[in-house]
């Protein structure tokens, strides 16, 4: 079993709709959650990082970590075209090695 | 972009041929991370370092070695380049609990 489990998509929908991107996480341990976007044939770049349980809110970005269920979400609120990329979730325990979810691959159809 | 840049971007390479790829940093970060993408498998952990001359193995380290006699470089070298080692390699920093990438090196084996 991995451990950060991520659905892969392909998701698709239409512009200024609410957008959920989720993963499962398998070790308790984890403290640290990370969201980043990757568009294509570009590297991964940090959207947002949250500690432990708790929601944080970015403009149009919600990163949402319920730790007795080891989800980790993101939401999308008023997608754009612009958003259209893979988003990849992240964990990381006290040690200093990441785990990454394999990425889901979102569309925003004009 | 947490000052990291990869050299090549782009390489193709012939089977049995040695590889060497460059990750520079400009921000005297102490962890540098070398990670390989493939379809299907996300971001995959090759080597990571945690100080001049300290590396440790990732997840997938069999065929590549590491090193770094600087802080600012972390070296990637496929002794004997493989088919199965053509993948986009990605150089990541680690800043307190957030990692940050470079920008990639496609390489292709042929």
């Known amino acids: 079993q991995k451990e950060v489990e991520q659905d892969p998509g392909p998701l698709s929908v239409p512009e200024g709709a609410i957008v959920s991107l989720n993963c499962t996480y398998s070790n308790s341990a984890f403290q640290y959650f990370m969201w980043y976007r990757q568009y294509s044939r570009k590297g991964p770049e940090l959207l947002m990082y949250t500690y432990s349980s708790g929601n944080k809110e970015d403009g149009r970005f919600t990163a949402q970590v319920d730790k007795s269920s080891k989800y980790i979400s993101l939401f999308i609120r008023d997608s754009q075209p612009s958003d259209s990329a893979t988003y990849l979730c992240?964990?990381?325990?006290?040690?200093?090695?990441?785990?990454f979810g394999t990425g889901t691959s979102l569309t925003v159809i004009p | 972009d947490a000052g990291i840049t990869q050299s090549p971007r782009h390489k193709v390479t012939e089977t049995g041929t040695p590889v060497t790829l460059r990750c520079h940093q400009t921000?005297?970060?102490?962890?540098m991370y070398w990670y390989r993408q493939d379809p299907g498998h996300g971001l995959r952990l090759i080597h990571y370092?945690?100080?001049?001359?300290?590396?440790d193995k990732g997840e997938v380290s069999d065929g590549y070695s590491v090193s770094r006699s600087k802080t600012e470089d972390f070296l990637l070298t496929l002794e004997s380049a493989t088919s199965s080692q053509t993948s986009v390699y990605f150089c990541?920093?680690?800043?307190?609990?957030?990692?940050?990438f470079g920008p990639g090196t496609r390489l292709t084996v042929t």
């Open positions: 921000e005297n970060h102490r962890y």
């Open positions: 370092s945690y100080g001049v001359k300290d590396t």
């Open positions: 990541a920093i680690k800043d307190n609990y957030e990692q940050y």
């Open positions: 992240a964990s990381l325990h006290t040690g200093n090695q990441f785990y």
